[in-house]
């Protein structure tokens, strides 16, 4: 499947989201402003783009592993999602786990986005729900080994 994401450039300065290699399923976001993270701190951080999103799909934001490893800096709501009807900047929540503080600099790739399908859902309220082999457990329930 196929989908046209159109993106809008807010200032000159915008970089489009970029697939770094064919069949990679997220784009690379780019930071389009400076600034300093410190340790145990978010950040916003604006991208510059806004973007219209195919009916029936949304946009997932997700951390970037090589961030999350060599700086330990990662997107805090992970993943966010940009709805459909979304037609503001994206930006992204950067947080940072390290213990030194993390410069975002300008066009640096924070983030990157999946665009994904939504299905359509009717929500039946019942008294009943039918049985499982999991039942309610949950939390840990199944253990570690």
Same mark, same amino acid.
């Given at each position: 499947? +196929?989908?046209?994401?159109?993106? +809008? =450039?807010?200032?000159?300065?915008?970089?489009? !989201? =970029?697939?770094?290699?064919?069949?990679?399923? @997220?784009?690379?976001?780019? &930071?389009? #402003?400076?600034?300093?993270?410190?340790? @145990? #701190?978010?950040?916003?951080?604006?991208?510059?783009?806004?973007? /219209?999103? !195919?009916?029936?799909?949304?946009?997932?934001?997700?951390?970037?592993? @090589? =961030?999350?490893?060599?700086?330990?800096?990662?997107?805090?709501?992970?993943?966010?999602?940009?709805? /459909?009807?979304?037609?503001? #900047?994206?930006?992204?929540?950067?947080?940072?786990?390290?213990?030194?503080?993390?410069?975002?600099?300008?066009?640096?790739?924070?983030?990157?986005?999946?665009?994904?399908? %939504?299905?359509? %859902?009717? =929500?039946?309220?019942? /008294?009943?729900?039918?049985?499982?082999?999991?039942?309610?457990?949950?939390?840990? &329930?199944? @253990?570690? +080994?």
């Amino acid at each position: 499947m +196929k989908y046209k994401l159109k993106v +809008k =450039l807010l200032n000159k300065d915008a970089l489009l !989201p =970029l697939q770094a290699n064919k069949g990679d399923a @997220g784009l690379d976001l780019y &930071s389009n #402003e400076e600034k300093v993270i410190m340790p @145990g #701190e978010a950040e916003l951080i604006s991208t510059g783009i806004s973007i /219209e999103l !195919p009916e029936g799909t949304e946009a997932q934001v997700r951390p970037r592993s @090589g =961030l999350a490893l060599k700086h330990s800096v990662t997107v805090l709501n992970s993943p966010g999602t940009i709805d /459909e009807g979304y037609r503001g #900047e994206i930006k992204v929540i950067l947080i940072n786990h390290g213990k030194d503080e993390f410069k975002v600099e300008k066009h640096v790739r924070i983030a990157q986005m999946v665009i994904a399908p %939504v299905p359509k %859902v009717e =929500l039946v309220q019942v /008294e009943e729900l039918s049985g499982s082999a999991r039942g309610e457990g949950g939390f840990g &329930s199944s @253990g570690l +080994k």
